[in-house]
């Protein structure tokens, strides 16, 4: 009984071991299968918030001029939205709750209008003041340690998005940029 375990177990183990050679002939194509519906396709949200802070003058041309790092990357259709630190307020508990608005804003001043706007390329931004009188009248309340917050925000996400684009909360939440992750930036 042994001797015909261990034959059949060496005719085995022999077959398993020749089964090498070239392959076959492909089999026939199958049937096709019917389509499905397709999904939607997933946005790649990498979205950032900086946050700036300088001062206009007539040495700077009345310009904050920021040029994105080799970290953050700016494609030219991305939304590049700029917000500035308008004022703050009391949240009823002591605690200062800041006011931010987006750009371009005006001030009617005594002296005329006077706008914050910026333009950017996919490798800068621009903070300017434009008025309709002379700047170097312009009081440091107005000029000196402006903050602004730039929010870059991937094309594709803002064009699909519901979120509040003239409201840098919302667009923070929508981003999943929270207040710790904001690099922070002074210019000189």
């Known amino acids: 009984m042994k001797k015909i375990g261990l034959i059949f177990s060496t005719i085995a183990i022999a077959l398993m071991t020749s089964c090498e050679g070239p392959a076959g002939p492909p ?27 300088g001062t206009f003058s007539a040495a700077n041309d009345y310009t904050l001029f920021y040029e994105f790092p080799n970290t953050v990357e700016v494609f030219e259709s991305d939304l590049v939205l ?17 006011i931010w608005r987006l750009l371009p804003q005006t001030r009617i001043l005594n002296q005329g209008l006077l706008q914050y706007n910026y333009d950017h390329t996919f490798f800068d931004v621009s903070v300017f003041l434009e008025s309709d009188f002379d700047l170097s009248t312009l009081q440091p309340g107005d000029t000196d340690n402006q903050v602004f917050r730039i929010a ?37």
Do not use: C
Request: charged residues 25%; aromatic residues 4%; hydrophobic residues 35%.
């Open 27 to 53: 089999g026939p194509p199958g049937f096709d299968g019917r389509d499905g519906l397709d999904g939607l396709d997933g946005v790649n949200i990498l979205g950032t918030v900086l946050e700036i802070e």
């Open 82 to 98: 700029v917000y500035i630190l308008w004022d703050q307020t009391d949240d009823g508990n002591g605690q200062p709750v800041d």
């Open 152 to 188: 870059i925000v991937p094309a594709e996400y803002g064009q699909t998005s519901r979120m509040d684009l003239s409201n840098i909360e919302s667009v923070m939440a929508s981003l999943k940029v929270d207040e710790k992750d904001i690099h922070r930036i002074t210019l000189d």
